[in-house]
T-cell receptor, first 109, second 112 residues
Framework: QKEVEQNSGPLSVPEGAIASLNCTYS??????FFWYRQYSGKSPELIMS????GDKEDGRFTAQLNKASQYVSLLIRDSQPSDSATYLC?????????FGKGTMLLVSP | SQTIHQWPATLVQPVGSPLSLECTVE??????LYWYRQAAGRGLQLLFY??????ISSEVPQNLSASRPQDRQFILSSKKLLLSDSGFYLC???????????FGPGTRLTVT
């Protein structure tokens, strides 16, 4: 049974700072990872996918994957109050995803 | 572009009543379809997934069932709801052979 672990938070950062969200996964053979953003009362929205070791950047978001350490992270630069949400990390398998329980991010003005 | 619809948006049902939630996807063919439940303060729990018409895989045994009568339609049902069935029900789709999943707006179910 795959597991994805995330710190539940909340992670509090001031506006303009870099927010760093992390997760670890149990399956050493996993190849694909995803970050979803979920605003309170809304459904999750896919914001980043990463399939290979290293960094992947998209605007203010950078996903990092370290397969040797079984570690995935999401960096949000120039954090805005609108980034306040719960961020879910997911491990992709054959036809299914295994989700962590999410980290709540609070960005204060 | 692809669009996923779920209805109803909210639902309040008494214990022991039946349930039917519907999800449809537009703009893609032969998608993988998924039903998840998110209980208050808990993570996403995969309930069912389908890789084709009539093909349903159940992840968690409970009093729920799923059907896929058409390529882009996925239905979640129950004959008798329990209090523990309350939660946020999410339908998602993914491309066949792909890994990414995209969620619908969800149905918030309260069983009283």
């Amino acid at each position: 049974q795959k597991e994805v672990e995330q710190n539940s938070g909340p992670l509090s950062v001031p506006e303009g700072a870099i927010a760093s969200l992390n997760c670890t996964y149990s399956d050493r053979g996993s190849q694909s990872f995803f970050w979803y953003r979920q605003y309170s009362g809304k459904s999750p929205e896919l914001i980043m996918s990463i399939y290979s070791n290293g960094d992947k950047e998209d605007g203010r978001f950078t996903a990092q994957l370290n397969k040797a350490s079984q570690y995935v992270s999401l960096l949000i630069r120039d954090s805005q109050p609108s980034d306040s949400a719960t961020y879910l990390c997911a491990d992709g398998g054959y036809s299914t995803l295994t989700f962590g329980k999410g980290t709540m991010l609070l960005v204060s003005p | 572009s692809q669009t996923i619809h779920q209805w109803p948006a909210t639902l309040v049902q008494p214990v022991g009543s039946p349930l039917s939630l519907e999800c449809t996807v537009e703009g893609t063919s032969n998608p993988n379809l998924y039903w998840y439940r998110q209980a208050a303060g808990r993570g996403l729990q995969l309930l069912f997934y389908s890789v084709g018409i009539g093909q349903i895989s159940s992840e968690v045994p409970q009093n729920l069932s799923a059907s896929r009568p058409q390529d882009r339609q996925f239905i979640l049902s129950s004959k008798k709801l329990l209090l523990s069935d309350s939660g946020f029900y999410l339908c998602a789709w993914g491309t066949s052979g792909g890994y990414e999943q995209y969620f619908g707006p969800g149905t918030r179910l309260t069983v009283t």
